[in-house]
């Protein structure tokens, strides 16, 4: 039987709370955490039962774990992840992986160079839906793709009184709703329609044109707040691709959509048959033919090897995104171990979305397509 891996976290916000539990859940040790200072590291660490609190990154280094996560703002992924790459360390990055392209074509090749596994957390490829409608268009069951499309909604930046660091390019990077959630969506959509984006029309729109200073609100309702600065991160998106094969694709992308709260949709068209899958609704996907459709639902008849693979939950007992997170680390960590798990999300797919980011800030900029450049 194999060990427990020894698993860091580098962070200590929502997000890294969620690869804290998943971590757990994948039966990994989880033996110290990083924060921005020491004293907050040993505090979270007492506070999550961990052993260690590093006071810097050289502690972390020095103890030697087997995987990484890197949790922290965007601006802050690359310098984290390349230390641990450069000292042959396995590391999860949350995405993006790097602000810019140059980092992040840097970071992809030195992992290569190191023989380490990197992932990034597409973990909406993790539905085991998701698995069931990308097996039965590989099948031939939809046809061939006509059409790709849908959108990534959520409410959190409604408010003019709502902010985050997000906002901030310095620490968000350039784009915030593409880059935060129309990345979520292109990888998805690509993964499961088969479909590869070769271009791309875009435009962005900025709904309020100065925000808090401070981060306030996100996720938990408006709040007041003195000090306000200008916008200059998008909060809507929309994207017009057109793929390898010659088909279009579109997407909406927003942030201040009222009521969405995590509402990532995507449908796919075939000559024969369509698709629907509802994030908000992971147990259930639409399938429809000219003659008629019917709602699948998670676990129901025969299924794909990987939606039974995916399968964590009897049918009728809700699966959702946190066990999609958890099913993703479990593969990163196999993948450590020396399997292949199927549609691990490596760091080249991390590079791919920030290619993606740059066509699409590249588009809105200049008004004409953009060239996916990777």
């Not at 103890?63 to 965007?74: A, F, I, L, M």
């Amino acid at each position: 039987m194999n060990s427990p891996l020894r698993i860091a976290l580098i962070g200590t916000g929502m997000i890294a709370a969620v690869h804290l539990r998943a971590a757990r859940d994948a039966g990994a040790a989880v033996v110290g955490v990083l924060a921005s200072r020491p004293d907050k590291s040993r505090q979270v660490a007492e506070t999550w039962c961990v052993p260690t609190g590093y006071r810097d990154l050289d502690a972390l280094v020095h103890d030697r774990p087997d995987v990484v996560h890197v949790c922290t703002p965007n601006s802050t992924h690359v310098r984290y992840a390349q230390a641990l790459v450069d000292a042959g360390i396995n590391v999860i990055v949350e995405k993006p992986i790097a602000t810019t392209v140059a980092d992040a074509e840097h970071l992809a090749a030195s992992v290569e160079t190191a023989g380490v596994v990197a992932s990034v957390p597409y973990v909406y490829r993790y539905h085991p839906l998701i698995r069931e409608i990308r097996a039965r268009r590989a099948a031939g069951e939809f046809g061939d793709v006509a059409l790709v499309h849908g959108s990534y909604l959520q409410d959190w930046l409604c408010s003019p009184d709502a902010s985050t660091w997000r906002v901030d390019p310095r620490h968000g990077g350039g784009s915030r709703a593409f880059g935060d959630i129309g990345t979520h969506w292109c990888d998805l959509a690509e993964f499961v329609s088969g479909e590869v984006f070769t271009e791309v029309s875009a435009a962005t729109t900025i709904t309020y044109p100065t925000r808090p200073a401070r981060s306030v609100a996100s996720f938990a309702g408006p709040a007041a707040a003195d000090e306000r600065v200008e916008v200059s991160t998008e909060d809507t998106a929309v994207a017009l691709f057109r793929t390898a094969r010659g088909i279009t694709a579109n997407t909406v992308i927003s942030q201040v959509s009222a009521g969405r709260k995590n509402r990532l949709w995507l449908e796919i068209d075939g000559t024969r048959g369509s698709a629907v899958f509802d994030q908000e609704n992971p147990e259930t996907a639409w399938l429809g033919t000219e003659h008629g459709t019917l709602t699948l639902h998670r676990g129901e008849g025969t299924v794909a090897p990987e939606q039974a693979r995916l399968n964590r939950t009897p049918p009728g007992h809700a699966q959702g995104w946190t066990d999609a997170f958890a099913a993703f680390v479990a593969d990163t960590y196999a993948a450590v171990r020396g399997e292949h798990p199927e549609g691990l999300p490596t760091i080249r797919d991390g590079l791919r979305s920030v290619h993606l980011i740059d066509a699409v800030l590249r588009s809105a900029s200049t008004g004409a397509w953009a060239r996916i450049d990777a």
